[in-house]
T-cell receptor, first 114, second 114 residues
């Protein structure tokens, strides 16, 4: 079975631009979560998608938005980038009614905002 | 709301020595508890979890953790570490409902010296 894959692995943007990050979930998983991990910090929950609907959101502004597609892959979009958006963005897939904490993480997309 | 505090940002130990990584949490409701490990340039991997039952839980790679409800702690231990244990370790909690939306601590960097 294939694991969680994310693209791109690294990217550089300037303040005010928009970015789209992509995630392919592990085979058979119907839930995708996104986390932001700033340098030296633990991951912070952005939002979760289940069957193409947002299923919970953390404390992030509306310029952070997402999509989940029928094949359960997902996108994270960030508009009007700010310097503090520089971070590692982690995608995790799971089963909505799977075992607690059983999330499978990708290796992340590292975003640098200049 | 929940919060997690990892009391040590860095822990250096010698190979084959024992190690303890400390984690305290705060929550007004019952929670599940987890430890994740992040190796360099990789995503997070679940080490172990406490859901209910025995307060001593065993995980992968010889790690174990003990849940202490009165002290709201969930410390991670290993009796003898190996060079390959060098990584960042994250303690996390989730509510019983929504058990895949995790709140992480800031992480502890474990460095093993030969």
């Amino acid at each position: 079975e294939t694991g969680v894959t994310q693209s791109p692995t690294h990217l550089i943007k300037t303040r005010g631009q928009q970015v789209t990050l992509r995630c392919s979930s592990q085979s058979g998983h119907n839930t995708v979560s996104w986390y932001q991990q700033a340098l030296g910090q633990g991951p912070q929950f952005i939002f979760q998608y289940y069957r193409e609907e947002e299923n919970g959101r953390g404390n992030f502004p509306p310029r952070f938005s997402g999509l989940q597609f029928p094949n359960y892959s997902s996108e994270l979009n960030v508009n009007a980038l700010e310097l503090d958006d520089s971070a590692l963005y982690l995608c995790a897939s799971s089963l909505e009614r799977g075992r607690a904490g059983e999330l499978f993480f990708g290796e992340g997309s590292r975003l640098t905002v200049l | 709301a929940q919060s997690v505090t990892q009391l040590d940002s860095q822990v250096p130990v010698f190979e084959e020595a024992p190690v303890e990584l400390r984690c305290n949490y705060s929550s007004s409701v019952s929670v599940y508890l987890f430890w994740y490990v992040q190796y360099p340039n990789q995503g997070l991997q679940l080490l172990l979890k406490y859901l209910s039952g025995s307060t001593l839980v065993k995980g992968i790679n010889g790690f174990e953790a003990e849940f202490n409800k009165s002290q709201t702690s969930f410390h991670l231990r290993k009796p003898s570490v190996h060079i390959s244990d060098t990584a960042e370790y994250f303690c996390a909690v989730s509510e019983l409902q929504g058990a895949q939306k995790l709140v992480f601590g800031q992480g502890t960097r474990l460095t093993i010296n030969p």
